[in-house]
C-alpha cells in the first residue's frame, strides 16, 4: 500500500506489461473499491466486466487495436471492460446541459487505475477499441454502451515518467476566470 501522493504521482498508462498474472484477490479489491466510487443521484450507472480468461485474452488484442493503437495488449492478461447502464436520477436533479453518467464513468475509471497502482498494477485506459467486435466477443448486449477499455496488469518496469502536463496557470484560475 503507498501513500496517497505516491499513487497519484506513480500512475501513469503502461503500454509494456510483463506477463506475471493478476491476482483476483488484486481485482476484487480494485473492483470494490471503484464501485465506492461517488455518481450523480448514487445511481451507478456502470458494470465492470472483467476478462481474464486465456482464451478470450487472446482475443482481445485483435478487437482492440485500432491502426497503429493499442497494439501492446498482446502482452496483457487482464482487461476491464468499464460499460454503462441506465442512471435512475432523481427527478428536479437533472440538468440538460450534462450527461452525467458520462462522467460517473469516468470518475469510477479514475479509481479503477489509482487502486490498481495501490495494489502495484499498473493499467493503461483504453478508449479506441472495435465496439461491436468487443460485443460479441464478450456477450454484451448491443443497446449497452461500452465506454473504456482498462488494461491491468504488472509493468515490465517500475520507472516513473515525468508528467508531461500544461502549466497550472493554464489551468486553473482562483476567484475569476
Ligand atoms: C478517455 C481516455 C482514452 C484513452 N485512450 C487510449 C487508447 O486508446 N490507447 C492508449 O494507448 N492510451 C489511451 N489513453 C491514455 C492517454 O493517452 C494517457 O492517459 C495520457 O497520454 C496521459 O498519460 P499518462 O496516463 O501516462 O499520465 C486514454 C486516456 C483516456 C483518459
Redesign the pocket.
Known sequence: MMEFNQVVNKR??C?KFSDKKVENEKLEIILQQASSAPSACNSQPWKFVVVNNETLVSKMPDVLQVGN??KFTSQVNTFIVICETKAVLMAGATCDSQYYAQMDIGIATAYLTLSAKNQGLDT?????FKDAEVKQLLSIPEDVKIK?ILAVGYAQDDTTRT?VRKSLEKTCSFNQW
Do not use: T, V
Open positions: 501513469q498508462s503500454r493503437i493499442n493503461c485506459i483504453m478508449g479506441a473504456l508528467k
